[in-house]
Nanobody, 129 residues
Framework: QVQVAESGGDLVHPGGFLRLSCEAS????????IGWFRQTPGKEREGISCLSHSDGATAYADSVKGRFFISRDVTKNAVYLSMNNLKPEDTATYYC??????????????????????WGQGTQVTVSS
């Protein structure tokens, strides 16, 4: 059974930095697409970054471009979201999700939530002074 889990959420001051981790059990990220999403109460889940694990292609939402960076550690079977210059509007629950379909060398990934099949429980990020 595929399970993904996020960690690393915390309370941070504006301008601060956090790195979120996404780890999988019963599953290897190789040759799959991984996405990071966030959601606040009353709003739709927003796709903010994704990674095509086989070729390293990435994508970012305009709201985080230049501040957030997605990366991977193959040896740890983990995917990370490094978040710089955090703003109060970044406050949300952050989710990691995996597209269970094999994806090899496509050169792109999708930010749409419907692409992804297996979701973590989320980790809370709060940006406040």
């Amino acid at each position: 059974q595929v399970q993904v889990a996020e960690s690393g959420g915390d309370l941070v001051h504006p301008g601060g930095f956090l790195r979120l981790s996404c780890e999988a059990s019963g599953f290897f990220f190789d040759n799959h697409k991984i996405g990071w999403f966030r959601q606040t109460p009353g709003k739709e889940r927003e796709g903010i970054s994704c990674l095509s694990h086989s070729d390293g292609a990435t994508a970012y939402a305009d709201s985080v471009k230049g501040r957030f960076f997605i990366s991977r550690d193959v040896t740890k079977n983990a995917v990370y979201l490094s978040m710089n210059n955090l703003k109060p509007e970044d406050t949300a629950t952050y989710y990691c999700a995996v597209d269970l379909a094999l994806s090899i060398g496509t050169g792109f990934c999708e930010l749409g939530a419907s692409t992804y099949d297996s979701w973590g429980q989320g980790t809370q990020v709060t940006v406040s002074s």
